[in-house]
Each structure stands twice: as C-alpha cells, then as structure tokens.
C-alpha cells in the first residue's frame, strides 16, 4: 500500500491481494503453450485442473469442460448474486498462452519468478495476470461469504490464442448452457493504464477499455490458368497473376473509418494532450505515433487493412503451374465487411478467386451504462488521478465468441503501469512480465468493482 493515491495502510489488505502474486506465478509454470496444433498443444487440462481445485478448496461447485478435444480444458464457476432477476456478469480468461523460446528470455518462461518488482514468464500479461486476479477474487468472495449484487459467472478457458476454435469458438456453438443468462462480459485486453503528458505539463493515466474488436479473416487466394512449359511463350501464368494481385492488395491503403470507439478515444486523448487528430489528414499515422507505441494498435483500428502472410505455388523450375495459392490476413473495422470484400474483389480482379479459411465479425458496444459507470468508479477509487476511454483493439480475443451469443462484452483487466513500461510490446514478446504493484492494484480494482457491477 505505498503506492501514491491508494489508501493509508490503516486497512488490511485484503485476502485476494495478498495471494494473487503467488496465483500468478503458479499459473504460468504450468506450460500451457498453444501450438495452434491438437498433437502438440498441452498443458491446459492440468491448469485447469489446478484452477477448478482453487476455486473448489473456496467452496465452489465447478464444472469442468473440454471443447472439443482430449486436454482442451475449461472451467465454469457460478457464484449467486443478491438479484438473481439481473443477467449474470462473465469474467472470463483463457489459460493457453504462445510458445516461447527459453534461451531469448531473461529467465526461464514457465518459472513465474518474481524478481526486480515483477512476476515474469510467458502469460504474464497474457493473460495469466488476470487469470490470477479473477481467481483470487472469486476466492475471496466465497470464503468470506461476499454477495455480489449479480450473478458472477466466471470462465477459464482453452485454445484463445488459436481463435478459440477448440475452446471459446466450440462452447458457443455446442455448450451455449453454460452462459445461460449472462447479459455482460469483461477479459482481455483493456482496463491497462496509459500515461499521457497533459497540456499544463502534468501527466493523466488514462485506463483503456475495450469496447470494440476488428473483425478477423484469413482469406485464400487462388490463381488458376494454364499449365505449360517453361521455355515457351505463356501469357496466362498463375503465379503471375497471383503475384499481381497479392500485390495490389498487400499495398492498398484502405479507407479510413473512425468507428465510434476510435472517435471517443482519439476526442478524449486530445482533451487531455490537446494534440490534435485530423482524420483527413493523410499523415494521421504520424499524428498517433506521437501517442508511442501504443500507436501500433490505435493506429491499425483506423481502417481495414490486408497483409499477405503465405504464398504457394510451383513444384518444378521449368514448370509453369496450373495453380497458386496464398493466404491474406484481414482485419475489418466493424460495420465495413461488405464494403470490404468489394474493394478486395476490385484489387484482385476476375481472374483470382477468394475463399474466406477463417472469418470472425468484428463487435462494438458503446461507452455507457451501469457496468462502464462500475468500472470507472473502480477505477477512480483506486486512482482518483486516473480516467477511463474506450479503445478498439485491433486483433481478436474470446470476446468474438460470446459477442456471437448476444453477451455485450468489454475488455477490463486492471493494470496500473509505469509510464516508461512498452506495454504493447510484452503481448506475446521476451521478457513478458508484470509489476507486482499493478497485480495488487488491479485486483482491488477488480474486487471493488464486481461488489458494484
Ligand atoms: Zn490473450
């Protein structure tokens, strides 16, 4: 409690904060690294297992789940609020994490070590962190015999970091049970701090919420002309044409498209900045970069964009092939699907098809209601200094599954961050690690508010 703004140290800490460092770092010596592979992807059962003992050991009754496949293990916990006629609150976490390669770290992946102020390893801060904070709350809860005003339905999920597709994905489609009544979510990726220089030289910590997602394609492209010999004159080439396709499409800029998200942050950081974002600027990219490196997400959630990720074709040098092959990752601003394929379809031109492998719709909820109005009051409880904005987060997390389910879903996993900490860069990089003092402070946060949600 010697951080500044929190309150004096007359108080006890409570249960959940003083265990939540030694949840985390258990949480990640379980390797639950997700391969993208059903062969090599491991660990998650045995998480599971040890999460659904905590919660159980608590006095929960919790269900254990696999989606879809041996070792893809989730777990459900419900605890029974004051008014059962309001829809359930699901605070949900997915115990998969990226492969990580030990000799690049500073120390080993899966050892949760805490050192220098920080718990490190891979799901540090994603998402074990808030794994650990869920837990330890919910425990505290139970123990002590906390009704929370709703519902708390609380999920710990497999296989997010694949799209969900053998965990989230599969419980929305063959377990649609399990969310019965839940009318709101909160979990990945928002609620973090970002510390911005005011005009007047002070500095604000603003809180970022999730309320919108791009939406995720990855789409095939596929030439098809006429096989031929190498030496000879062949105007009609599938690697050709492929080749110019993907060029255009992986060069295209976009429209902009300022969702209402983006507008609501952008109008808020230049309250606070007064740096100013014109939209019909063609240097807007440059105005955000003045943001740091938060910048690489809030700038790609400003327009569409399609990068060329593979590319196949060919098996013989003096072959020309019949066919080639690649694979374009898309990423859509909400409400720009339709329009989207159209300009692709223009770049790409008759002579390519297009298939869609994967496609997850984007989702937007707006800034306003109770349970923002209880994540703001968290929020400034804890750091009256602070101010919550809604962002849009340019990838793809659990939330695309339950969205699917009507549930209005926010990312709040509470963090307050040094200033000086590249937050972005800790999301499935070296060295992923989380200051012990967030942990704490983001588990008061989360206490605080699901006693008001
Ligand atoms: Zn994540």
């Given at each position: 409690m010697s951080a500044a703004g929190e309150k004096s140290g007359a108080e006890p800490e409570s249960r959940a904060v003083s265990e939540v460092v030694d949840l985390v770092s258990t949480l990640i010596r379980f390797d639950t690294s997700n391969t993208g592979e059903l062969e090599t992807t491991q660990g998650e059962r045995e998480c599971a297992e040890w999460v659904a003992d905590q919660l159980q050991q608590a006095g929960y009754t919790t269900e254990y789940v696999e989606s879809g496949a041996p070792g893809r293990g989730n777990v459900f916990a419900r605890l029974p609020g004051a008014d059962p006629s309001r829809g359930a609150l699901m605070i949900h976490g997915h115990l998969d994490v990226v492969p990580a390669e030990a000799s690049d770290w500073s120390v080993h992946p899966f050892s949760g070590a805490v050192r220098d102020g920080y718990v490190w390893g891979r799901g540090a801060i994603d998402m074990k962190d808030m794994v650990g904070m869920t837990l330890a709350v919910a425990r505290q809860f139970k123990i002590e015999g906390t009704v929370p005003p709703r519902d708390l339905v609380f999920a710990f999920l497999a296989d997010e970091e694949n799209g969900g597709r053998w965990g989230s994905q599969w419980l929305a489609d063959n377990r649609p049970d399990l969310f019965d009544g839940v009318t709101e979510a909160v979990g990945e990726v928002g609620g973090f701090s970002l510390t911005v220089p005011r005009r007047d030289g002070s500095e604000r910590r603003l809180y970022l919420v999730e309320t919108a997602e791009k939406g995720l394609g990855w789409m095939r492209l596929r030439a098809k002309a006429r096989a031929g010999h190498g030496s000879f004159l062949h105007e009609d080439n599938a690697v050709t044409i492929l080749a110019q396709a993907v060029a255009r499409l992986g060069t295209h800029t976009f429209p902009l498209v300022l969702s209402d998200s983006v507008a609501e942050f952008l109008a808020a950081v230049s309250e606070e900045t007064g740096i100013e974002f014109d939209p019909?600027?063609?240097d807007i990219e440059g105005q955000l970069?003045?943001?740091?490196?938060i910048s690489r997400i809030i700038g790609a959630t400003l327009r569409d964009t399609a990068n060329p990720t593979m590319l196949h074709a060919g098996y013989k040098a003096n072959v020309i092939p019949q066919t080639a092959e690649a694979v374009v990752d898309c990423r859509v601003v909400p409400g720009r699907r339709a329009a989207f394929e159209r300009e692709v379809d223009e770049l790409i031109g008759p002579d390519v098809e297009r298939e869609w492998i994967t496609a997850l719709d984007s989702y937007e909820t707006t800034f306003d209601g109770h349970l923002v109005d209880a994540m703001n009051d968290a929020i400034l409880a804890h750091d009256p200094a602070g101010r919550t904005v809604p962002y849009m987060l340019s990838g793809g997390t659990d939330a695309k599954a339950f969205a699917r389910l009507g549930i209005r879903c926010f990312g709040f996993a509470p963090l307050r961050l040094p200033?000086?900490?590249?937050f972005s860069a800790l999301f499935h990089g070296v060295d992923e690690r989380v200051p012990v003092d967030a942990l704490e402070f983001g588990t008061r946060v989360m206490e605080h508010f699901l006693l008001h949600s």
């Open positions: 019909g600027s063609p970069a003045k943001l740091g490196t200033p000086e900490l590249d």
